[in-house]
């Protein structure tokens, strides 16, 4: 089996694209299963995120992955490959530490990521998909990650899409202290947002999700209200500010729900922040006047403040990651030899039996310990090196000086010259 990654992510698909093939969190260990159970992959990981959709996988058919991604989103190969990368081995294992480390993030450093992956790392283990390769990898990919964290400035100067989020609100509102805000999910994005604006003082948060009770945990958290998704119709119009994360297929706001709202509004402006992949508001309500929306790809101009700063911890990560890459590497290198390391010590277990119980058998005859003990070291050594003297024999010439150079390292000889 050997190691792949497959996906598309920010900088090469755009968000049209990236939403199409995002997997939402119900649907993940079903997809795992599926994947798994149908034979593309013997061990199988998913990461998806707003920015990005990984598959990590060992197999050895990798063009079946592709082929299983297309038809589990009811989409053709050809409408996927431009936009998709696969990396093999190396090139996997780098793609994996840098991610994990923040380097192939939107926000350079951002720290989401990491804990995004371990949670798809959590699924391919309730699946039962995470087999002792990515097992491996992905024990090796948090601790790289950390040593980054830990030994670089790479989080240093950081604008979040958080942080970004109220800077762009204050382009539109003078003051946010003055504005009511509403928050739609209750994921962590969601949690990131809610205390990045309830820090600037909105005259009011309210926090909309499918649960009351989940939402309520967060409301309490930052002094808000909570209501259902079933209330947003009613509530929306009472809103200037919305942040929208949730893990919906659909559009939770369309573009006759927020028609609505600005009406009942007066045409007060009304400022949206879509994080969602898939996104959670059509596209058509960035058509409407008044109306200022977002996505994730829209703050990517936003998050590049600070940027300068963190660059110089981008080599410094970079030298870590790629100690990490070469030690990784020689370990799955050492794990092919293993089948035939097993399969020598099993022969010699053979040999060594047999000679034992010809041993045994000499000891109830009666013959002495001595005796025996010389016949059995005797038959040992015929039986371990007959096959190295026999290989010596019929060589080749052509063979030999590199065969007899093995030899020596094998056995540590030294011969006369």
């Known amino acids: 089996m050997q190691l792949f990654t497959f996906g598309i992510n920010h900088q090469t698909a755009p968000l049209s694209v990236r939403e199409q093939i995002a997997f939402n969190p119900e649907a993940m260990e079903p997809a795992l299963h599926d994947l798994v159970e149908q034979g ?3 061990e199988a990981t998913i990461l998806s995120t707003c920015n990005r959709t990984e598959l990590y996988c060992s197999t050895q058919e990798p063009e079946r992955i592709v082929n299983w991604l297309a038809h589990y989103h009811q989409m053709e190969s050809r409408e996927i490959e431009p936009y998709l990368y696969t990396l093999t081995r190396d090139e996997a294992v780098k793609h994996a530490f840098r991610v994990a480390s923040g380097l192939d993030s939107m926000v350079l450093g951002e720290p989401q990521i990491l804990g995004q992956m371990k949670q798809a790392v959590r699924y391919a283990e309730q699946a039962g998909t ?36 109220v800077k762009l609100a204050e382009r539109i509102f003078p003051s946010i202290a003055e504005q009511r805000v509403l928050f739609i999910g ?78 009942a509004r007066k045409h007060r402006p009304l400022f949206i922040v879509d994080l969602a992949v898939p996104r959670d508001v059509e596209a058509e309500v960035a058509e409407l006047n008044d109306v200022f929306l977002y996505t994730v790809d829209d703050l990517a101009d936003v998050v590049k403040d600070g940027l300068d700063a963190r660059q110089g911890a981008v080599k410094e990560a970079e030298v870590i990651i790629d100690s990490g890459v070469v030690d990784f590497i020689h370990w799955m290198e050492s794990r092919e030899v293993v089948p035939t390391i097993r399969a020598l010590r099993d022969h010699a277990e053979r040999q060594r039996r047999h000679e034992m119980e010809k041993a045994l058998h000499l000891l109830a005859k009666g013959e002495s310990p001595e005796k025996v003990l010389e016949i059995l070291s005797n038959g040992l050594t015929n039986k371990f090196l007959h096959a190295p003297t026999h290989a010596l024999n019929q060589v080749q010439a052509n063979e030999r000086e590199a065969f007899l150079d093995m030899m020596h390292r094998i056995y540590h000889l030294n011969t006369p010259e």
Not at 134 to 149: E, G, I, M, N, P
Not at 207 to 212: H, M, Q, V
């Open 130 to 165: 995470l087999g002792f390769l990515l097992h491996k990898l992905f024990q090796r990919t948090f601790s790289v990650a950390k040593d980054v964290r830990t030994q670089t400035e790479i989080g240093a100067n950081l604008v979040s899409m958080a942080a970004a989020a």
């Open 40 to 42: 593309s992959a013997k």
């Open 186 to 263: 209750a994921g962590e994005m969601i949690e990131l947002n809610a205390v990045h604006f309830a820090a600037k003082s909105p005259k009011h948060i309210t926090i909309a999700n499918r649960t009351i009770e989940r939402a309520q945990v967060l409301a309490q958290r930052i002094n808000g209200h909570a209501i259902t998704l079933n209330e947003l119709p009613e509530q929306l119009a009472r809103h200037d500010i919305i942040v929208t994360c949730t893990a919906s297929p659909l559009p939770i706001l369309g573009k006759g729900m927020v028609e609505r709202a600005l009406k």
